[in-house]
């Protein structure tokens, strides 16, 4: 058992590390506005010495993350392909994953990573062209950046095409939200691709969750008759009528809570207004009540030859 002499210690011990670590954060910052200054002033070479230095010596996560930003610029503006594809391979790990900051440095690597010469291929200039610009001009990272982006968008109309076929809600909820959550992330690196994708993407969906309903719903029904008819006549339930039921409930339970996944992921989608997007809502929301009738039917009868 600690003393309060220990816990004395202890706490004279941390406000001491506290103490220096504060005294080393001041100076890390003037070193910070060194390097910025160095970057900004074209001094590429000698900001990209400074940023290693600093970054191999700091305990500060926040001030390292700055470090290594600078660092990847300064590579880059460099035309040190390889190595700047590396740093912001290292800085997009210092970021959650499917962050912004995360998605874009990723993006920016795999540029980089792409184009030895300095020039993305998808827009590698034409021969003769005068004084063609790399990537170290910021505004052709950001055109590349942008054919990343539009290209990851354009895949995601495959997987939205699937959903049309999808023989599960579960599967069409899925899709739905990869779309979805990938054209978000796609808007990272283009800012201006059309939501019209996206809405489409929840046409689909929601075209198939009702084509499901008719399915899944369909054939819930028609058991559902039968079984309470033939219950109501026996006034009891055997072992394969429970069993019936209990597919029954299932199947009810999986295509609820694709509906909720689904109007979860609606309200994603971008755009404010979108008139047919709530109509699209309410009718999940029209499905997800019958549903949940079918799965009530199916508990009342389980319950009713319980108590028997």
Known sequence: MRTIASLAGVWVFAAAAGAALAAETAPQQERLTAMRTLLDAGLYAEASAAARQFIGGTRDDQAKTEALRILAVALRKQGEWRQAAKAYADLKDRYEKGSEFNVRYEAAAEVLAASPKGFYPPMAPPSGAETPRTLADDAVLDEALARVGEARAEKLKTVAAAM????????????????IDGLAKARYLAPALPVAQDREAAEAAADAL??????V????????????KAI?????????????????????????????????????VPGQGWLKG???????????????????????????????
Do not use: W
Not at 217 to 228: D, F, S
Not at 289 to 308: E, F, G, P, S, V
């Open 232 to 268: 109501v006549a026996r006034n009891t339930v055997s072992t394969p009528q429970r069993k019936q039921l209990t597919e029954c409930q299932d199947a009810c339970q999986q295509m609820i809570a694709a509906e909720e996944s689904f109007r979860e992921t609606l309200r994603k």
């Open 210 to 215: 009702d084509r499901l309903e008719k399915e």
């Open 164 to 179: 049309k076929k999808a023989a599960t809600g579960k599967d069409v909820a899925a899709k739905f939200a990869e779309v």
């Open 278 to 308: 709530l109509g699209l809502g309410l009718a999940s929301g029209k499905r997800t009540a019958d549903y949940t009738r079918l799965h009530n039917t199916c508990r009342l009868l389980l319950a009713a030859n319980m108590l028997r």
């Open 217 to 228: 719903g369909g054939n819930v029904r028609t058991r559902l008759a039968e079984l309470e």
